[in-house]
């Protein structure tokens, strides 16, 4: 039978938590923390703490992923270039590690939402490679999210990434993935044994 989301996320928290001491914990600042948990037949695991989950910048990701949601609420909206009979156009940016932009290309037209969805606590989503979306908090609540994370490491199913926007200039912010200082591996250890209770 097929392991749940919510199991693999109850055993890799379990594996987290009795070898800390090992565990590589990330942060992106002002963004989240990461805690990477380790890889199995080809899928990595990750704990992301979102201290502000909101992207509303339109973006793709390299590898293809199940986000479960532990705590915290947000809404995930699809976009496509649907074509009209204006002369709008879209543009394309390619993006590279901690969403540095190098190349515009442009894409005749509009940017649409096509899908909207909900992700709250025991909801999965999969997220695929050629999906492009953007995120944003729940109205009046606030942008902590805790999810868990099984990113696919397929090597042939890997993407370009890119962030499309309506306009030529764009606002993405630079993302430097950082070491966690000790603070905040603390912080990171103290919410995961909090999470941790609430399976027990």
């Not at 606590?121 to 902590?144: A, C």
């Not at 696919?152 to 199913?157: C, R, W």
Request: proline share 3%; hydrophobic share 35%; net charge negative.
């Amino acid at each position: 039978m097929e392991t749940s989301m919510e199991q693999r996320c109850i055993h890799w928290l379990t594996y987290v938590l009795q070898n800390w001491s090992n565990i590589d914990v990330r942060t992106v600042p002002g963004v989240m923390y990461q805690v990477l948990c380790g890889s199995d037949e080809g899928i990595q695991y990750r704990f992301h703490w979102f201290w502000d989950c909101e992207e509303t910048y339109i973006h793709n990701h390299r590898y293809a992923f199940d986000t479960y949601c532990i705590e915290g609420e947000y809404v995930e909206r699809i976009w496509e270039i649907v074509p009209d009979d204006t002369d709008a156009v879209t543009y394309y940016f390619s993006r590279e590690s901690g969403n540095h932009l190098t190349s515009l290309m442009n894409v005749c037209g509009t940017l649409r939402i096509v899908e909207c969805h909900s992700h709250f606590p025991g909801n999965v989503l999969h997220v695929r490679t050629d999906q492009f979306h953007s995120i944003s908090p729940m109205n009046g609540l606030n942008n902590r999210v805790m999810t868990f994370v099984a990113r696919i490491l397929d090597s042939s199913m890997k993407a370009n990434t890119h962030i499309l926007s309506s306009t030529a200039t764009i606002e993405a912010p630079i993302e430097t993935i950082l070491v966690a200082t000790p603070e905040e591996r603390l912080a990171m250890y103290c919410k995961l044994q909090q999470i941790s209770m609430n399976y027990n």
